[in-house]
């Protein structure tokens, strides 16, 4: 199973973006990254997924270089809303398993006014 | 939308007492799973099926046994509920992606 480092904290502040990366320098050919977002009393929430280049929607986009050994998270302008935790998991989607289930700690991000 | 629903936001149950906490989703989905939630832990994976009747052990699964009887229903049972199992419990299930339900707030005392 590929293992997964980011950062434990990161600030920023209202209107900037953010950027988040994670290491796993172990990841497979057929791993897929995803990321999620966890609030305070919630289940985490999907935000993002890729396997390689970029990949962007509403909220994020994703940057996963060519030799996939790390991804960024990136969140443009972000509000006070955004503060969170934020886990990067790498992992094959087959039909059973636990293979891209483990997620760490995650990345508290605390954004100010 | 996938829905994931956990039976109970908060419980509190004593010591020694068999605990049930239950998960169902709507979305017909092979794959469901129990984590904990603790403090300066993460989530860490207590036990998964991939199918009705079938269960895997996760990274923690001492203490702990599951059942899933139908495929929309995922419980966890907590045979006899010890102090160290006081966390914060989610369900989850899976296509691509995993969907949560948000949380059980379990004490035991």
């Known amino acids: 199973l590929a293992k997964t480092t980011q950062p434990i904290s990161m600030d920023s502040y209202e209107g900037q973006e953010v950027n988040i990366t994670c290491s796993h320098n172990?990841?497979?050919?057929?791993?897929?990254i995803t990321w999620y977002q966890q609030f305070p009393s919630q289940g985490p929430r999907f935000i993002i997924q890729?396997?390689?280049t970029k990949v962007t929607n509403e909220v994020a986009s994703l940057f996963i270089p060519a030799d996939r050994k790390s991804s960024t998270l990136s969140l443009p302008r972000v509000s006070l809303s955004d503060t969170a935790v934020y886990y990067c998991?790498?992992?094959?989607?087959?039909?059973?398993?636990?293979?891209?289930?483990?997620f760490g700690k995650g990345t508290h991000l605390i954004i100010q006014p | 939308d996938v829905k994931v629903t956990q039976s109970s936001r908060y419980l509190v149950k004593r010591t020694g007492e068999k605990v049930f906490l239950e998960c169902v989703q709507d979305?017909?989905?092979?794959?469901m799973f129990w984590y904990r939630q603790d403090p300066g832990l993460g989530l860490r994976l207590i036990y998964f099926?991939?199918?009705?009747?079938?269960?895997e052990k996760g990274d923690i699964p001492e203490g702990y046994s599951v059942s899933r009887e139908k495929k929309e229903r995922f419980s966890l049972i907590l045979e006899s509920a010890s102090t160290n199992q006081t966390s914060m419990y989610l369900c989850?299930?899976?296509?691509?992606?995993?969907?949560f339900g948000d949380g059980t707030r379990l004490s035991i005392l």
């Open positions: 099926s991939y199918d009705v009747k079938m269960k």
């Open positions: 172990n990841i497979a050919t057929n791993d897929y």
């Open positions: 979305m017909d989905h092979e794959n």
């Open positions: 989850a299930s899976r296509d691509m992606t995993q969907h």
């Open positions: 890729g396997y390689k």
């Open positions: 998991l790498v992992g094959f989607y087959s039909g059973g398993g636990a293979d891209g289930l483990t």
